[in-house]
């Protein structure tokens, strides 16, 4: 078995500043917990950005150059920007950052899908801002679009323009096939980074059988040719984690996917969650990835041909 890559997903564009006080919203925040989580031993760092003033998901380049340069002086860790941004953003607008950045890796939806992330808004008693509530609760009407042309445009305009690999994030099943359908016509080259995904609304359910069911698919599909990650939303993360551990797969924590650390308790940090995980599959007598050896294993350009 390889060594286990640890990815750090520190924000996201799905929880709301009411949701956690430790989720981080300013540059400054986002750089700081990006790199301790890095120290703890994440080997990628995945990123978002968020407008400092409300903590509202932003596409805007500016805001992450406030960050980006500061985490990539501070670790060597592969900094994956996101091309997903937040919801109801154009692809331009996804791919202003990326573009800019021309960053070692990017995610990469692999379908349009139901993203609905309203049933959270219901456990939120107090709200810090006035766009949270209908951000949330407005996704019961929305379909996160990632259309087959979608997805060309951007592995032609990053990927193949600026040397960017990706890691592809499948929601589902149908989504694996749609990576398959890429690859075959050679739109994608191996290794592909697979990022199985479980328990969205819209996506496949966290459970077991799905986790066991979506390996198994990825293996008859791509074989030799890809690298297989997990993560699992909420409180889905620590096990789902464990059993890709387990299962000779890669795992991604951070507060974007979840924002606890054990029942009814908050992670007070993305390292926290990062040191969690890390110390469950070292247990297991599993080996942690470092940045250097996440790159050679993903074949990823380096640190120093980024933009930023």
């Known amino acids: ?11 996201g564009a799905i929880h709301t500043p009411s949701m956690s006080d430790y989720l981080p919203i300013t540059p400054q925040q986002i750089a700081e917990q990006s790199i301790a989580a890095a ?10 950005a968020r407008d400092p003033r ?3 998901p932003t596409p805007d380049p500016a805001v992450f150059m406030q960050f980006l340069p500061v985490i990539k002086q501070s670790t060597d860790a592969v900094i994956n920007i996101t091309t997903g941004g937040g919801l109801g953003m154009s692809l331009d607008e996804r791919l202003a950052a990326p573009l800019l950045a021309k960053p070692e890796m990017c995610s990469l ?14 456990r939120v008693k107090t709200w810090k801002h006035a766009w949270e509530k209908p951000y949330l609760e407005g996704t019961t009407n929305f379909i996160f679009r990632n259309t087959f042309q979608d997805i060309e445009q951007i592995v032609e305009r990053l990927g193949k323009a600026h040397g960017t690999r990706f890691e592809f994030e499948c929601y589902d099943v149908g989504h694996l096939y749609n990576l398959a359908h890429m690859l075959d016509r050679k739109v994608v080259e191996p290794p592909l980074f697979v990022q199985t995904i479980f328990g969205i609304l819209g996506g496949i359910g966290a459970e077991p059988r799905n986790l066991l069911f979506m390996k198994e698919t990825a293996d008859r599909l791509f074989g030799k040719d890809y ?24 795992v991604r924590v951070g507060l974007e996917d979840s924002l606890w650390i054990g029942k009814g308790r908050q992670a007070t ?12 599959l070292e247990e297991l007598s599993l ?22």
């Open 1 to 11: 078995m390889s060594k286990v890559i640890i990815t750090c997903a520190v924000t």
């Open 39 to 48: 120290e703890a031993g994440a080997a990628i760092i995945h990123l978002h």
């Open 54 to 56: 409300d903590g509202r």
């Open 109 to 122: 939806n692999m379908g349009s899908m139901n993203f609905n992330i309203a049933p959270s808004a219901a």
């Open 227 to 250: 690298v297989w990650s997990v993560l699992a939303a909420g409180r889905h993360q620590m096990p789902f984690c464990t059993m890709a551990g387990m299962m000779g797969g890669n």
């Open 269 to 280: 940090s993305n390292a926290e969650q990062v040191a969690k995980i890390r110390r469950i």
């Open 287 to 308: 080996e942690i990835a470092t940045p250097a050896e996440a790159r050679a294993i993903l074949k990823l350009k380096g640190g120093d041909q980024v933009g930023f």
